[in-house]
C-alpha cells in the first residue's frame, strides 16, 4: 500500500529565503507526482505535475524534482514572500486513471 | 469561468439527518473523485467515477452513496449523517491517458454535524 510522508510538518522561514519541501513515497511504482497548495479554508491548487519519465518541472520561483528509484520528491521556492504561505501537499498518483496519494503536508509560514 | 464547482460550500445539519452535495465539472474530463478531508487536514481518497462507472469505492460506510448521472456531475448522498462525518469533503476530476492527467479540485464542502 502506498505511504507518502511530507518533511517537515510546519516550516516557519522569514521573507525572502530558499527554502525545500520534502516528499517521500513507499511504492516507486508511480504514474506521476503532483504538488498542491492549500491556503486556509480554501481548496487545492494544483502547482506542478512531474510525469513518472520526468526528473523535474519548473515554473517561476518553484521548482520540483522527482527521484522514483529512491522514492523522493522536493519543491524548491526561490525567494519566499509572505504570499507563499500555505499548506503544501504532495500527492501520487499510481496508475492512470487511479486516485491520488496524499501527504499530511507541510504548513509554510513565510514571514515579513 | 469555475472548472470544478461544488455546492453547497458550507452544510451545517443535525445528526440523523440525509444531505447531499453536488459536483460538477466543464472540462470535459471522464473521471471524477470524492476525496474526504479531517480535522487533521489528511484528504483521503472515498470514491472514483469513469465514465459514470464506479471504479474506486475505498472503506467508506454505506450510508455515502455516490451518483453520477452524467460524465460531467458526481454527486455525493449521505445518509443517517453522524458526528464523525464533519470534515470537508472535495471533488476533483482529471482525464486519463492523457499522459498528464492534472487532478484538478473543487472548493470544498464544509460539512458540520451538530
Known amino acids: 500500500k502506498q505511504e507518502v510522508t511530507q518533511i517537515p510538518a510546519a516550516l516557519s522561514v522569514p521573507e525572502g529565503e530558499n527554502l525545500v519541501l520534502n516528499c517521500s513515497f513507499t511504492?516507486?511504482?508511480?504514474?506521476?507526482l503532483q504538488w498542491f497548495r492549500q491556503d486556509p479554508g480554501k481548496g487545492l491548487t494544483s502547482l506542478l505535475l512531474i510525469q513518472s519519465s520526468q526528473r523535474e518541472q519548473t515554473s517561476g520561483r518553484l521548482n520540483a524534482s522527482l527521484d522514483k528509484s529512491s522514492g523522493r520528491s522536493t519543491l524548491y521556492i526561490a525567494a519566499s514572500q509572505p504570499g507563499d504561505s500555505a499548506t503544501y501537499l504532495c500527492a501520487v498518483k499510481e496508475t492512470s486513471g487511479s486516485r491520488l496519494t496524499f501527504g499530511e503536508g507541510t504548513q509554510l509560514t513565510v514571514n515579513p | 469561468d469555475t472548472a470544478v464547482s461544488q455546492t453547497p460550500k458550507y452544510l451545517v445539519t443535525q445528526m440523523g439527518n440525509d444531505k447531499s452535495i453536488k459536483c460538477e465539472q466543464n472540462?470535459?474530463?471522464?473521471?471524477m473523485y470524492w476525496y474526504k478531508q479531517d480535522s487533521k487536514k489528511f484528504l483521503k481518497i472515498m470514491f472514483s467515477y469513469n465514465n459514470k462507472e464506479l471504479i474506486i469505492n475505498e472503506t467508506v460506510p454505506n450510508r455515502f452513496s455516490p451518483k453520477s448521472p452524467d460524465k460531467a456531475h458526481l454527486n455525493l448522498h449521505i445518509n443517517s449523517l453522524e458526528l464523525g462525518d464533519s470534515a470537508v469533503y472535495f471533488c476533483?476530476?482529471?482525464?486519463?491517458?492523457?499522459?498528464?492527467?492534472?487532478?484538478?479540485f473543487g472548493p470544498g464542502t464544509r460539512l458540520l454535524v451538530l
Open positions: 472540462l470535459g474530463h471522464d473521471t
Open positions: 476533483a476530476s482529471s482525464q486519463p491517458k492523457t499522459g498528464v492527467e492534472t487532478q484538478y
Open positions: 511504492d516507486s511504482a508511480i504514474y506521476n
